[in-house]
């Protein structure tokens, strides 16, 4: 059990809650939080889900995550505004749906001119194709994946095979993960878990508004080490800053 430590971080991540705060939201004593942190004691059922309440999180994170390791992996939520972007994209699916989509999407790249622009690094992002029926997945093993690359707003492909879309402004919740594939897709996976109860607890709604990407992922490096961003379309955000691609 992580209980200790959870409450430790979850005081601390919470602008430096003193264990004072805490037993005072709780209707217990100082003491008393101290002996749950040091595991001399533990909360009876009420208390526990009082604490989930406190600190907005699952009783089975605070039980069994251990919440101090993953804060080294997965960065806070933030509510972004997401500007207009447009995109080539190109759609897989095989059994290695994300590889075979970004190396087609390498290829496009190549051939369409892009790299040519004076000082542009194209930049990609890519998404979970779900259009692939249940015989496909259970009989052959294939999924979907869409790879695409960001496009500067003047320029024009000079060759085919890739869609182009443009995205108007949107909110997003964010969410960056290090190491994005040291488990696999595993990672990957609790970081959208992570943001769907992030939503979930403070009220926020999925957006499934036609002509907006729904979710993606932007992986890159950074200071000599792996990233990722995923992104989830949500509304009524109030987003306090806005991301744009570097165009």
């Known amino acids: 059990m992580f209980l200790g430590s959870n409450l430790q971080y979850l005081r601390k991540a919470n ?4 264990q004072e705060k805490l037993a005072e939201q709780m209707g217990v004593s100082r ?12 909360p ?15 009783l089975d994170s605070l ?12 960065l806070p939520v933030r509510l972004l505004r997401v500007a207009g972007f447009r995109i080539a994209y190109h759609v897989v699916i095989s059994a290695q749906p994300r590889l075979d989509a970004e190396l087609c999407m390498e290829a496009w790249v190549q051939r369409s001119g892009l790299l040519s622009l004076p000082g542009h690094v194209p930049q990609r992002i890519g998404w979970e194709f779900p259009y692939v029926s249940g015989e496909q997945r259970s009989r052959f093993g294939l ?3 869409a ?14 095979g890739a ?16 190491d994005p594939f040291a488990a696999g897709y595993s990672r990957i996976s609790q970081a959208y878990s992570l943001i769907f109860e992030f939503l979930s607890n403070n009220g926020i709604r999925k957006s499934a ?4 990407l729904p979710c993606f992922e932007r992986h890159y490096e950074q200071d000599g080490a792996e990233y990722m961003d995923i992104f989830v379309h949500c509304e009524g955000t109030a987003a306090a800053s806005t991301f744009r691609f570097d165009m």
């Open 15 to 18: 602008g430096g809650m003193t």
């Open 31 to 42: 003491q008393t939080v101290s002996k749950w942190e040091a595991g001399e004691a533990s």
């Open 44 to 58: 009876e059922l009420p208390k526990l889900l009082q604490l989930c309440e406190v600190f907005s999180c699952k």
């Open 63 to 74: 039980l069994r995550e251990d919440m101090v390791a993953s804060a080294n992996i997965y």
């Open 143 to 145: 999924r979907g994946y």
């Open 147 to 160: 790879a695409a690359s960001i496009l500067p707003d003047n320029f024009a492909p000079c060759c085919g």
């Open 163 to 178: 869609e182009v879309a443009v995205q108007k402004d949107a909110d997003y919740a964010v969410m960056t993960l290090r």
């Open 209 to 212: 508004a036609k002509g907006f």
